[in-house]
């Protein structure tokens, strides 16, 4: 297995713009999280997914941002128009929570930068 | 909800050295309790866990130890090496929150030679 998938990899972006991350979960695996990581506040659960569906969106910042999963295989963020203090490494990960293991598997992230 | 405190926020060591990184929650109904390891530039990678019907858990140079009663749980990492270095997060798990990770705010850890 090639492991969680992230693309892109690295985004610049203008204010204002909108950005769409997109993640690929490891093949089985039933949850999906979004994180954010800055310096200053660290490793920041943003939603995440059981089964497509999402079960917890309290760490999503405010209406800018959006995510859905429309399948078992894919996953969105969008930011939606972004700001600088968007500015961060989002990554995405995945789990196979039902078969009772919490091992979180993470993607290489996507570093975004908003101008 | 929990709330996950870490300490100390960066430590250096020699080589050799052991290091020891402390982990407080606040809800008594986390059960699960892992570390992750994130180096520079990377994404973080799970090293050990330990679940709350345990008391330690060992594997070579790494050890976690919780205290229920406390609610505390730390890190050790014995004979530590330069390729040690690196951040690392502890989380906790409550058997409320459906796999929600609550982590701590992460111990730069640098090991010198």
């Known amino acids: 297995d090639a492991g969680v998938i992230q693309s892109p990899r690295h985004e610049v972006t203008e204010m204002g713009q909108e950005v769409t991350l997109r993640c690929k979960p490891i093949?089985?695996?039933?949850?999906l999280f979004w994180y954010r990581q800055t310096m200053m506040r660290g490793l920041e659960l943003l939603i995440y997914f059981n089964n497509n569906v999402p079960i917890d969106d309290s760490g999503m910042p405010e209406d800018r941002f959006s995510a859905k999963m429309p399948n078992a295989s894919f996953s969105t963020l969008k930011i939606q128009p972004s700001e600088p203090r968007d500015s961060a490494v989002y990554f995405c990960a995945s789990s196979f929570g039902t078969s009772g293991k919490t091992e979180q598997f993470f993607g290489p992230g996507t570093r975004l930068t908003v101008l | 909800g929990e709330n996950v405190e870490q300490h100390p926020s960066t430590l250096s060591v020699q080589e050799g050295d052991s290091a020891v990184i402390k982990c407080t929650y606040s809800?008594?109904?986390?059960?699960?309790f892992p570390w992750y390891k994130q180096e520079l530039g990377k994404r973080p990678q799970l090293i050990i866990d330990?679940?709350?019907?345990?008391g330690e858990k060992k594997d070579q140079r790494i050890a976690v130890t919780l205290n229920k009663t406390a609610k505390h749980f730390s890190l050790h990492i014995t004979e530590t090496q330069p390729e040690d270095s690196a951040v690392y997060f502890c989380?906790?798990?409550?058997?409320?929150?459906?796999?929600?990770?609550?982590f701590g705010t992460g111990t730069r850890l640098l090991v010198s030679p």
């Open positions: 330990i679940r709350s019907n345990v």
């Open positions: 989380a906790a798990v409550s058997n409320t929150g459906f796999q929600k990770l609550v």
């Open positions: 809800d008594s109904a986390s059960n699960y």
């Open positions: 093949s089985g695996h039933d949850y």
